[in-house]
């Protein structure tokens, strides 16, 4: 069993979103991708709210209108490198989107 100490990163935005053409939360997992972060993965929410306050039950919301969090975890200094880049995206697709970083302890155990 292997621990680590690493740094968690959310990126909370909607599946709407677009930069261009294309859906905001795939050109971030891209540029994730090509940063190289160890990894990442799309969530695909039920249900929330943001900073409106305004709950939506679940079904309201159109299919491809859902909340998302892109959530990727790596060394503290490739996801401070990162943040600028994401920032920068999310500026251009003129999104509001939040992100947060924690410390986390990973535990990695192998199967042999």
Do not use: F, W
Request: aromatic share 4%; glycine share 6%; proline share 4%.
């Amino acid at each position: 069993m292997e621990r680590k100490i690493y740094r968690r990163m959310r990126i909370y935005l909607n599946e709407s979103d677009m930069l261009g053409e294309k859906a905001l939360y795939l050109i971030l997992l891209e540029q994730l991708r090509r940063n190289e972060i160890r990894g990442a993965t799309v969530i695909r929410a039920l249900t929330g709210y943001g900073q409106h306050g305004k709950v939506r039950p679940i079904g309201s919301l159109k299919e491809n209108h859902m909340p998302l969090i892109i959530e990727a975890v790596d060394e503290p200094e490739k996801i401070h490198h990162i943040l600028p880049i994401i920032e920068h995206l999310a500026q251009d697709a003129n999104c509001g989107v939040l992100i947060t970083t924690e410390t986390v302890e990973a535990v990695r155990i192998q199967s042999y």
